[in-house]
């Protein structure tokens, strides 16, 4: 068995593995690199026959759409109708691939010598796997991106308490491995946080400031806003977002069946997003009556009205801020992205009352330490990190580094 890491080895995001056995070769997920990477990979330079994404985010699948359409691109049932959907609203045409489901722990079997099962793992996404790769008698397991202190964390926990066996090596993710995660260390922390916040500002709007498709986030709010006996109103994009996940999750809100939930069907957002569901109406099914039932539907002057009602989860808010006196904003994103202008610009605004509330998606080193220690690899490799020589300190000599394009026989 041979492993290349093409990108990913020293940085955050733009991951791709390659693992080949015999004649047979498979991808590892194939990431659009965040922010400036070292590498460029070109796949259609690559010779393999399928790939795996391990989530749906952007820095592990982000390349699919330039592969030929007949590789099989292994992914997780709800991960692939959720970048179905975010390419609708972006206006870009459907992916062309061939998509073939991964359910947890259930084999891949991809020949007489190449089999693939995935884990499903707590992540800032739905449908996380890590991937246990057997081929030539050895066994690797790359753990994707996860972390143990979500919604899901009982999937580490199960982890734990059944792993894989006798791997020979771990492709471990270390994101947070020099990062502290202690303000808000869980998405329990989260809801308080903004429950808090919610119940403090009770004088005016709040929004809310995530990721559309970190579900636990939305679902951590969601229930915040009920607590807070606020409404909770979301732009179009979202409703869809958590119509998508609630068709296989019935416990994730969804205008038809909790209440509080309001649609933004009117404004700039609206507008946009709207023109994209009238387009795609028999994509978007009985959605696109649902989000204009009087009951869901509400409109930027009833928000004016009584602004301290609503907790708000909206892009481009500024149109309507301009029209409020005061408002809160949640800012639940990694501080990082804080830099970006449009953050800053909302942060400095004399308006708002700007708070930051935010719990890593990625592991903690005791957690790294704990699936390590669960899976005794003979050899680690650092990915998706820029601290893999901090590996050493907390797994030892195990501790392998590769180079991105560099190959190491197994
Ligand atoms: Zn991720």
Known sequence: MKLTIHRGSHEIGGTCIQIESGSRSILLDA?????????DI?????????????????????????????????????????IAATRVFLGKPPLANTFSQLRNREWVELG?????????????????????????GKRVYYSG????????????????????????????????IERENDAFPDEDAVEK???KVLRQLD?????????????????????ACIQAGRIFVTDIYTAYILRTVFDRFPSIPDINTAKNIRVLTKGITAKAHYQKVSANRGYFGAFARDIFRPETMIDIAEIVAEPYRYFLKISYFSDLLE??????????????????????GIKQHPKVDFREIHTSGHAVREDLQRMAVALQPKRLVPVHTENGEAYRNLFGNSVVFLRDGETLEI
Not at 31 to 39: D, F, T, V, W
Not at 112 to 136: I, K, Q, T
Not at 216 to 223: G, K, T, W
């Open 31 to 39: 990431g659009s690199p965040l922010g400036e990477s070292r590498s």
């Open 42 to 82: 070109d796949l259609a330079r690559l010779d393999f026959n399928d790939i795996f994404i391990s989530h749906p985010h952007q820095d592990h699948f982000g390349l699919i759409e330039n592969l030929p359409p007949d590789k099989p691109v292994h992914i997780g049932e709800t991960a692939c109708q959720l």
């Open 112 to 136: 007489p010598n190449l089999r693939v099962m995935p884990y499903l793992m707590d992540h800032s996404c739905v449908d996380a796997f890590g991937l246990l790769v057997e081929a030539d």
């Open 145 to 176: 991106d996860f972390r143990a202190h979500g919604r899901r964390k009982k999937t580490f926990d199960w982890f734990l308490a059944d792993p894989p066996r006798g791997i020979d090596l771990l492709l471990m993710e270390g994101t947070m």
């Open 193 to 195: 946080g903004m429950l």
């Open 203 to 223: 004088d005016r709007a709040c929004f809310l400031i995530c990721s559309g498709q970190h579900i636990d986030r939305l679902c951590a709010a969601f229930s």
């Open 323 to 344: 029209r409020l006196e005061q408002c809160g904003v949640i800012y639940s994103m990694w501080s990082g992205y804080l830099k970006e202008p449009k953050h800053q």
